[in-house]
């Protein structure tokens, strides 16, 4: 099973469309949570951290289900810039030194908005 | 820098080829960071410096793959003996300690003929 799986997609919404996007992780000790974007053949970068309460930034929402080990992030009003691939990122955080701080990606959701 | 500094952006080498990958990451970041991805595929840890500690070299996937960080700064990513396999775009990422966000290069695109 992979330490991180999402649905690869990929999804093709009209404009102003609402869509949303799961993610689980494998690893119950994982401690951190976040939402990257990339755009083709560019970098990712970070879109939004994941917080327990769930949080919300402008039309884009996530939350988190710890019991579930469930991640999710959706997006409002969808706009023709959204168009990227979504990447779901664990960090599990601890270990031996409290050095293990990388962060684990998935493979992404691919994610077209249509005019 | 103002961002992470990656070079080269794009690199062909002959199969069995050394080759050095550089990464300049943003002042003041103590983490560092190596993945690579493949084509359509994500990202995969390589390996990790914080500060002056000994690097987590634990995504490394073979032992012609190494990497150096020199005062604390500037890294560099060597993969020795180079394979069609080692094809890929190599990202560099760096974070304050305390934050795990990170903020990625442009990547070196590194093609094995």
């Known amino acids: 099973r992979k330490e991180v799986e999402q649905d690869p997609g990929p999804f093709n919404v009209p404009e102003g469309a609402t869509v949303a996007f799961n993610c689980t992780y494998s690893?119950?000790?994982?401690?951190?949570f976040f939402w990257y974007r990339q755009d083709c053949r560019k970098e990712p970068k970070l879109l939004m951290s994941?917080?327990?309460s769930g949080n919300e930034d402008g039309r884009f929402t996530a939350q988190l289900n710890r019991a579930s080990q469930y991640i999710s992030l959706l997006i409002r009003d969808s706009k023709l810039s959204d168009s990227a691939t979504y990447l779901c990122v664990v960090n599990i955080g601890g270990g031996p030194s409290g050095s293990a701080r990388q962060l684990t990606f998935g493979s992404g959701t691919q994610l077209t908005v249509l005019p | 820098g103002a961002g992470v500094s990656q070079s080269p952006s794009n690199k062909v080498t002959e199969k069995g080829k050394d080759v050095e990958l550089r990464c300049d990451p943003i002042?003041?970041?103590?983490?560092l960071y190596w993945y690579r991805q493949s084509l359509g595929q994500g990202l995969e840890f390589l390996i990790y410096f914080q500060g002056n500690s000994a690097p987590d070299k634990s995504g490394l996937p073979s032992d012609r793959f190494s990497a150096e960080r020199t005062g604390g700064s500037v890294s560099t990513l060597t993969i020795q003996r180079t394979q069609q396999e080692d094809s890929a775009v190599y990202l560099c990422?760096?974070?304050?300690?305390?934050?795990?966000?990170?903020?990625f290069g442009s990547g070196t695109r590194l093609t094995v003929v």
């Open positions: 990422a760096s974070s304050p300690f305390r934050d795990y966000g990170y903020t």
């Open positions: 002042s003041g970041h103590t983490a």
């Open positions: 994941v917080y327990s």
């Open positions: 690893n119950s000790a994982s401690q951190s």
